[in-house]
C-alpha cells in the first residue's frame, strides 16, 4: 500500500516512479518470505494493490481514503 497526502476537493494520486515498485527490487522492499508470498498471490490472481492516504480540505473534517488498483505504479 502507498500512502499519499491529498489537498482539495479532488483525491488525485500522482504516477509513481515505476522503478519504485519494480520486480527485480521486491526483495530490497519487502524482504524474500513477503516477495514469495506477492509472487504466490500473484500466480493465484489474488493480489490486491492499495494506494491510500489523508485528504484534507478547510471546509470539511480530515479523511482517509484507500484505492484498489491493478497495477502499484500508477
Request: aromatic residues 6%; glycine residues 8%; proline residues 8%.
Amino acid at each position: 500500500m502507498t500512502l499519499h497526502r491529498i489537498h482539495g476537493r479532488k483525491v488525485q494520486i500522482s504516477p509513481n516512479d515505476e522503478r519504485r515498485y519494480a520486480p527485480e527490487r521486491l526483495p530490497e522492499l519487502i524482504g524474500l518470505p513477503a516477495m514469495r508470498a506477492v509472487q504466490n498471490a500473484e500466480a493465484a490472481n489474488k493480489l490486491i494493490w492499495l494506494k491510500g492516504g489523508g485528504q484534507f480540505r478547510g471546509d470539511h473534517p480530515d479523511s482517509v481514503f484507500i484505492l484498489r488498483t491493478d497495477d502499484p505504479r500508477h
